[in-house]
């Protein structure tokens, strides 16, 4: 058998270190959890952790940008192309609000963190989730769903993500029912964004049988 490269054992034990972190922050929370902590669990030496990870916020937001990745690429795979918008939007809102009710402790912490990022702490995906959700009411309106549709789709996917953060935030404090079962909690979040998207969308002109 032909030993790993160097390039791949470097990814493995980023992967390695990334997912002992992630585990000790959901064991312990993230202000209980050391550098040592997770270079114990990870089997790795603490120098090694710096080597892949600058600190701790560092290990923070991999966890965090990680998970996210997971839930994007979820949405993608699976949404129906030939649902309606309100569905597919409402479908987009629920997977990623099931990465956040996994764990609300620790996601409110990510996301309070992730909100103003230092250079190199922010996060590449979110262009492309927009231009994936920009895409969406641009079929929405080769349908006839929507009568207009300004700046090929993006201003509409800026204020979608925008109504997805409101909910998010008040999912995360509370206000929407207790976080204790993921898929209920994530359930009532993306029903209260489908009725404001809605909302958002009828100044599109949205048109419903």
Known sequence: MTPPRRSEQKL??????????????????????????????AGVSVGSVHVH??????????????????????????IDRDAPLLDQLARCGRVLYRAYAEHPELSRVMFRESLFPAPG??????????????ELHRAALARGELERLPQGGMLAARAFFAVYIAVLIAGLS??????????AAAERWAAELRDLVELQLRGLGLRTS
């Open 53 to 78: 990870f600058k600190d701790k916020r560092a290990l923070l937001f991999a966890c965090f940008y990680e998970g996210i990745r997971g839930a994007v690429a979820e949405i993608w795979a699976t």
């Open 12 to 41: 493995a034990t980023r992967a390695q270190i990334r997912d002992a972190a992630r585990a000790r922050f959901v064991e312990v929370g993230y202000e209980g959890t050391t550098i040592r902590d997770v270079a114990r669990a």
């Open 174 to 183: 509370g206000h929407l029912g207790p976080c204790d079962d993921a898929d």
């Open 121 to 134: 702490e922010d996060d590449d995906n979110l262009e492309p989730f927009l231009v994936g959700v920009a």
